[in-house]
Structures are given as structure tokens and as C-alpha cells.
């Protein structure tokens, strides 16, 4: 990736979880294509290898995994976020995955990979549509149905490897927010509908833009 490929500004958004999640990972990537010399890139490089090393461990069994990602953490989560017992919060636990997850969507990236403009359910529709794998409706399948946490991250976790290989961004801010909404019960059935939607439509669009390109061709 040169060095003047831009890198959008992230928009303030009024949830302090998405907010904090979108400012860290959007300081993540910006510093990981500065010079590969410079301290930032080493620290950035460095950060997410730890990132990715933490993307498979659960922070119940795990509490210094979670105090690391804490600690790379940016926006207003500290102060209004974190958890004020024993137990992880929802916000925490969120925030833990979606940061752990981007850690392993960047590794070996020649680009940005986490982006305002497409939700994760999207980006799966975008990737279903290339044809990469045929599980992939099945895997989208079993993250909406998943009836616990640990279930549903393992599909996740799946489909950011895929995206991974297709260099396909997503939304991990919003990415966060629905993973906590998903752990309350009475939220859980919107997220569902919505991911359900934007798969849809990431795959109808994909689509679309192929078959004008393809007729595009055909007429020149």
C-alpha cells in the first residue's frame, strides 16, 4: 500500500461503545501503514499481533487478555463503559471481541479493513456474492440462529477469515453494538432481522454491480 492511500476520518457517533471501538480501530490501521520503520507502525504491528493472539480466548478464563485490549482503547469507553465488578460487562465483553476480531481481519492487510460504511452483515453478503465458498450461506445461517455467545463469536470469527482473504472492510463500531445488543434477549431478534437484511442486500447489490459491469463489457 503506498503512503498517500487515504484514510477516511471517522465520524463521532453518540454511542460511546461504537464510538470507542471505530476512533481505536481506525488509530490501529492509520498507524499500521505509516513506514513500516517508524515507532507508530511498530507499536500498531505489535498491538494487533496481540489482538489476534486474544481473538480465540474467552475473558472469563482469560482476565489479562481483556486488561490489554482495555488498555489500547480509545474514546470515552473507560470512563463510561467498563465494568465496576467482578464480571466482565456486556460492553466489555463486546468491545473484547470486536477488537480481537479486527486484530485477525488485519493481519497481512494492504488496506484499511475496518470502515463506517459497511456493516459486517454486508460485507458477508458482498462476500458470498464472489462465489469463495459455498458455506458461507450456511455459516451466515448458524451466526444468526446461535443461541449463545460462544457460538455465534466461532461463526463470526469464520467469516472475518473469509473476508480477510477477499480484503473485504466492515463496520467493526457497529460490529460491537450489535454484538452487545445480541446479548440481551429482548434485543436480540432486531439484530437478527437487520444482519439478516444486510446480508441480503450486501449479496443483491454485489450482484447487481457485476451483471451492469459484465453487460457493460459486452456492449463496448
Known amino acids: 500500500m503506498s503512503d498517500d492511500t487515504p484514510i477516511s476520518k471517522e465520524p463521532k457517533n453518540s454511542d460511546a461503545l ?23 507502525s511498530h507499536l500498531a504491528r505489535a498491538q494487533l499481533a496481540e489482538l489476534r493472539k486474544s481473538s ?6 482469560n482476565p489479562l487478555a481483556l486488561g490489554k485490549v482495555l488498555f489500547i482503547m480509545r474514546g470515552d469507553f ?8 467482578d464480571q466482565p460487562s456486556p460492553s466489555e465483553q463486546a468491545a473484547f471481541a470486536a477488537l480481537t476480531l ?4 488485519m493481519q497481512s492487510a494492504t488496506k484499511p479493513m475496518h470502515t463506517a460504511e459497511i456493516s459486517f452483515a454486508r460485507a458477508c453478503g458482498r462476500l458470498y456474492a464472489t462465489g469463495t465458498s459455498d458455506s458461507i450461506k450456511s455459516r451466515v445461517d448458524a451466526m444468526l440462529l446461535a443461541r449463545d455467545e460462544k457460538s455465534r463469536l466461532l461463526q463470526i470469527r469464520s467469516l472475518v477469515s473469509l473476508l480477510r482473504s477477499k480484503e473485504l ?7 460491537a453494538s450489535d454484538l452487545r445488543a445480541l446479548m440481551n434477549p429482548k434485543r436480540r431478534p432486531g439484530v437478527q432481522l437487520r444482519w439478516g437484511r444486510d446480508f441480503a442486500n450486501g449479496s443483491f447489490q454485489t450482484e447487481s454491480i457485476s451483471e ?5 463489457n459486452l456492449e463496448r
Not at 102 to 105: A, E, V
Open 169 to 175: 472492510p466492515c463496520d467493526y463500531g457497529k460490529l
Open 212 to 216: 451492469t459491469k459484465t453487460s457493460d
Open 18 to 40: 461504537r464510538n470507542a471501538i471505530s476512533l481505536t480501530c481506525h488509530r490501529l490501521q492509520e498507524n499500521f501503514f505509516m513506514p513500516y520503520d517508524s515507532p507508530q
Open 102 to 105: 479486527f486484530g485477525l481481519h
Open 78 to 85: 473507560v470512563e463510561k463503559l467498563a465494568g465496576k465488578t
Open 56 to 61: 480465540s480466548l474467552n475473558i472469563m478464563d
